[in-house]
């Protein structure tokens, strides 16, 4: 598939790759792929905003190019580096003459001593990638004004080899948790989404589509239960993987139903903090009822 | 990583591609699309007095989207605008409310189409719109502004004198000393590294420079050690009645120390908790602080501290917000709630923080302080320094002790 013509192809696209595409997402995506903008994803913890990213690249056959975000990621992680070890023996390799030899840097300062990041890769490859991203609060506010530089045209500065384009852009998604406001002037060069949790029918699909091997009435009470877990005051409240992960704990130990021995035995899946598991160990009975 | 900004040489303006080829046939007759425009522009306007951000290029990037959809489907009008005018969370409550106002309650005849077409024939799959329903925001309660009690006024004897008991003019006179306070958190190493003259890391690429010169002979070695970092502070001030007048004061202080480089982030409650960095960029504490106390307080609730920390710990803490930083809680402590969440909630935070200063002003001078109220027995395990925060000495002092709370 090149590009979709309408949303609805999009969410049709998305669906076969495994992905169910609210509206919202859907036309956020549709429109950052028509204007060339980057899209970037909040949400909750385990709604799904990695994954956006990775079906996307399977869909269009792009490649998909992971930039993994954490505190204080320099250009050299991010961007390129040289590879110094290689550098260091090639000077060692070169007889007198050749050092004298005013060009001797500029071949070491060259592309076959360049290691690509993730971002120089990305403009490399352009529209035929996917890049991601990933959890960007993470990296510190340096990083985020260099990173708006690169999302504003696709373009790079190397001193030692020159200035690197995209001949166009490759599409771009970010995600955040939110663990930081990310500034202003970043948000500003992305068309923005939030992801919330699916409601409990969508859900349902989602899980269907994840993991077909698990019946249909485990998945309703599995996905009835999670619901019930969300509205409970958890601490850390299960997200949509969660509850893929336990509708997958517990076809794997062969329950069929969702009973209050076997949720307590699986609930390591979904609740993942001591005192929300007390709290949901209480309240054990009433969350695996069913609907 | 100060040499970022010169990896870049040349800036152009980013690429919004030619929609001719796939525009929308609703947007090729230009009266449509010039109706449209003006639409779009007013709504922007909307926005724009509704307090959200929306400069005239983000208009521009919203009719860009709008070409690449169906202008006259109003799902997508909804949709388009919500990704591109909304940066934030917070702000998807007020964009819905204009929305809403905007569209469905529309008098203006093109509007009017757009409406009566949502759901016509023309409209695709899925056309109904369902403008997700929203909590009450703070914006939301905007209208009411409460105004807080105004308090009744040589150097030496202000330092001493209770916030409470001083005159405005003293006051006046308590900021002017306070503004001067500078606040120096500890330090804490971060992952970035800078050259040095002795570190843990070899810099390498100056190594292979300077190695040229010696025919690829490492003579010297060069270094780099992980720099140091500010931690970041989160004051977070009780603002109900009795308390008013310590935090205003404190708040004074939080505002000189946002001016003084070191991160710091504020928040107040009362019966609820409201961030309010983002209002002190922009607003004079004062206004910050009564803005404040109109969105946390309920005059019927009494305070409640537990259920306020907690909530800081489940929306900000958990997200790393105060995460090797130093909080700092202003309150006397008198905590309407159930102890056994302030009790869990100060736990968590004491997990998630470096640090956590509690100022209390009914400390006073009191050296012997013992913590009399529940509130405050419930929390003292927890807390790393306790100090009374009635006046300016001991905010000196808090001034002071920050450097020593590594």
Known sequence: ?291 | MTSSSCWITSRTSPQVPDSTDRGHPGLRSPRAGAALIGTLVRFGRELRSAGLAVGSGDLTSYAAALAQLDPSDLGDVYWAGRTVLVTRRDDIAVYDRVFRGFFLGASDPFTAMLVMNAGGPTATSAAELVIPATDLTPDEQQGEQAVLGLMASGAETLRHKSFAACTPSELVAVRRIMARIRLTPPRRRTRRTAPARDGTTLDLRRMIRQSMRAHGEPVELYWRARKARSRPVILILDVSGSMADYSRNLLQFAYSAKRAAAKVEVFCFGTRLTRITRELDHRRPDDALAHAASTVFDWEGGTRIGSSLDSFVRDWGRRGLCRGGIVVICSDGLDRGDPAVLAAAMERLARLSYRIVWMNPHKGGDLAFRPSTLGMMVAEPHIDLLLSGHDLSSLEELASLLPSLN
């Open chain 1, 1 to 291: 598939m090149d590009r979709p013509d309408t949303v609805a192809d999009l969410t049709a696209a998305l669906r076969r790759g495994g992905y169910l595409a609210d509206r919202g997402l859907a036309t956020a995506l549709f429109v950052a792929i028509g204007l060339h903008r980057p899209v970037l994803l909040e949400g909750e913890v385990g709604v799904g905003k990695t994954e956006v990213a990775k079906v996307l690249a399977a869909i269009f056959g792009r490649q998909l190019i992971r930039l993994q975000c954490y505190e204080g990621i320099d250009t050299s992680q991010a961007l390129y580096e040289w590879d110094y070890a290689r550098q260091m023996l090639h000077i060692r390799a070169l007889s007198e003459q050749q050092i004298a030899d005013p060009d001797a840097v500029d071949k070491l300062f060259g592309p076959k001593f360049l290691l690509e990041r993730p971002l120089l890769e990305a403009v490399r490859a352009g529209e035929r990638a996917v890049l991601l991203i990933d959890e960007v609060d993470r990296a510190d506010d340096e990083f985020e004004a260099f990173l708006l530089e690169v999302l504003s045209d696709f373009q790079l500065s190397i001193p030692e080899i020159g200035t690197i384009k995209a001949d166009s852009p490759p599409l771009v998604v970010l995600t955040s948790n939110r663990t930081r406001e990310l500034h202003d002037a970043l948000k500003r060069r992305c068309l923005y989404h939030w992801i919330g949790y699916p409601a409990a029918e969508r859900e349902v699909e989602i899980v269907l589509l994840k993991e077909p091997g698990v019946g249909e009435a485990l998945t309703r009470k599995v996905v009835f239960a999670v619901q019930r877990l969300r509205e409970l005051d958890l601490a850390k409240p299960p997200g949509v993987a969660e509850t893929i992960d336990w509708a997958r704990a517990l076809s794997f130990l062969g329950a069929d139903d969702l009973d209050v021995a076997a949720a307590g035995e699986t609930l390591g899946a979904v609740v993942k903090e001591r005192d929300d598991l007390e709290l949901v160990l209480d309240n054990l009975a009433d969350i695996t009822a069913g609907a």
